[in-house]
């Protein structure tokens, strides 16, 4: 009986072969499912989808509503950006990526938000939860309403940080709803998705996405998530001339190839939207007044926070004619309101009653300085009875006082609305006019909770073209100089006088 030889190389090429099968087969099987979700930002159009409403783990995606609700906490006043946050050993032991928090430290909330935004900490995304709300079970409870008042319909988290948990899940369509909620609801905090590196307290961080922002156009964020069960995910926005786009990727098999796909996505998503379309927000969750419980984790106190969908402000009523001429307004904050069609009716009550009401003499002295911003309400001094006036006349006669001379009076014919609205911001000066247009509305899209309302003006200068937001009052102006300055943007008050 003849035995035939196998080679050796072959034998060899033969044993490499099988051990890739081996090893490629498994990974295959395990890979994630896929889902994408493309919209316009501006106006929420679906300009692609593909398994969107698919219920899949979205790893660290789910920091984006962690970080939502601290930002929400930090605007009610339930926490500051400088609270001190004691690490517990829970969040301590969290799995990597971590910034490496020990147990019994303290950090202050900026720093665990930026270690969230921009590294993915887990042990930082625990911290905050358990800082907002006394425990992560909590929190999630938290996560939860909320993501049902953003109409995250099919989403369920168990956690703050995204790792796999049963019944922790969500789907592409949701995330994008989450990426787009942030991007419009807190747009003072947007920047920090496009950090390639930040300040974390305790060490400096590189952003898990940086990868993607350094290498296509107009990226600007905003998160990364990645566990064996989910795959490689990202959920992305892009901004390129007046066109922003979303994109929302589950189930990459690698963090180059999900980029790729990101990219062509984003692609798409650019050449289907429209080249100009009307800026059409998502509305904000209605948040409900905090009612305090205990909290048996820690003994605590904790927080309820009622996400209400009912209508907050409604129509105003129209005056009825009688009363059109009598609009007297007491305080400063009032006159606040810039609606054309408020003040057209202001203007129009004021003329009706200069021709037919006749002038009214004010018997009080002038008003301090620092009262004219305020709208002066003014009456005609009643006359004493009889017996009050004899009774005044008598008591003057016994204490010799003799009364002063009444001060000459002062005809009132015009009631000031500005409120106070005489001052605003300066943003630099530029060489041109488009420049100075220019940043006046990327200034006005990233400072809109303080901008707001307020008019962008360019002035001309012999030096070149000012960059101006007016009709503010001093308290906004002040506000929004200090919130520019903190994201190193050039900023200084210009008063009345300016």
């Excluded at 147990?103 to 939860?129: E, F, W």
């Excluded at 300085?369 to 002066?376: D, N």
Aim: contains cysteine; aromatic residues 6%.
């Amino acid at each position: 009986m003849r035995v035939r030889r196998v080679q050796p190389a072959r034998f060899g090429l033969f044993i490499l072969a099988a051990i890739w099968i081996l090893m490629i087969l498994p990974l295959s099987a395990m890979a994630a499912p896929y889902a994408a979700y493309v919209i316009d930002a501006r106006t929420g159009e679906v300009l692609h989808s593909q398994n969107a409403d698919t219920r899949l783990h979205p790893a660290s995606l789910t920091k984006m509503m962690t970080l939502y609700i601290a930002f929400e906490a930090i605007k009610r006043g339930e926490i500051s950006l400088d609270s001190k946050v004691k690490i517990t050993s829970h969040a301590a032991s969290e799995p990597p990526s971590k910034l490496g928090l020990k147990s019994g430290q303290t950090i202050s909330l900026r720093y665990l938000i930026r270690a969230a935004a921009v590294k993915s900490a887990n042990d930082a995304a625990t911290a905050i939860g358990e800082a907002i709300e006394g425990s992560e079970a909590n929190f999630a409870r938290r996560m939860n309403r909320t993501a049902k008042a953003l109409g995250m319909t099919n989403t369920t988290f168990k956690n703050a940080h995204g790792l796999t948990e049963s019944g922790h899940m969500s789907t592409a369509h949701d995330m994008t709803i989450m990426g787009r909620h942030l991007l419009y609801d807190h747009p003072e905090y947007y920047n920090l998705f496009s950090r390639i590196t930040a300040d974390a307290g305790v060490r400096k961080v590189s952003h898990t996405n940086r990868r993607f922002l350094g290498s296509y156009k107009g990226a600007d964020g905003i998160k990364t998530g990645y566990t064996r069960a989910a795959g490689f995910n990202l959920t992305a926005s892009a901004e390129r001339g007046n066109e922003r786009v979303i994109v929302t990727v589950f189930g990459g098999t690698s963090t180059s190839a999900r980029n790729a796909k990101v990219t062509e996505l984003m692609d798409l998503g650019f050449r289907r939207a429209p080249s100009s379309a009307p800026l059409n927000k998502p509305s904000k969750p209605a948040y409900a007044d905090i009612e305090d419980t205990p909290v048996a984790s820690n003994g605590g106190a904790g927080k309820v926070i009622r996400l209400v969908g009912a209508v907050t402000s409604s129509k105003r009523p129209t005056l009825r004619p009688g009363h059109q001429a009598q609009v007297v307004v007491a305080t400063a904050e009032a006159p606040q309101a810039t609606s054309p069609i408020l003040n057209a009716d202001i203007t129009a009550a004021l003329q009706e009653a200069q021709k037919t009401a006749p002038a009214v003499v004010a018997q009080a002295p002038a008003p301090e300085p620092e009262a004219e911003t305020q709208l002066a309400a003014v009456s005609v001094r009643p006359t004493l009875r009889p017996s009050a006036a004899a009774s005044l006349v008598e008591t003057a006669a016994v204490r010799q006082i003799t009364p002063k001379a009444p001060p000459a009076p002062e005809v009132i014919t015009r009631v000031s609305t500005s409120g106070g609205r005489h001052w605003g911001v300066n943003v630099g000066r530029y060489p041109s006019r488009y420049a100075a247009e220019k940043i006046l509305l990327k200034t006005a899209l990233s400072e809109i909770s303080t901008l707001d309302g307020s008019l962008r003006k360019v002035v001309r200068r012999p030096q070149g073209f000012d960059a101006n937001f007016l009709g503010m009052t001093r308290e906004t102006a002040d506000l929004a100089c200090r919130r520019l300055v903190a994201r190193n943007v050039n900023c200084f008050m210009i008063g009345p006088s300016s």
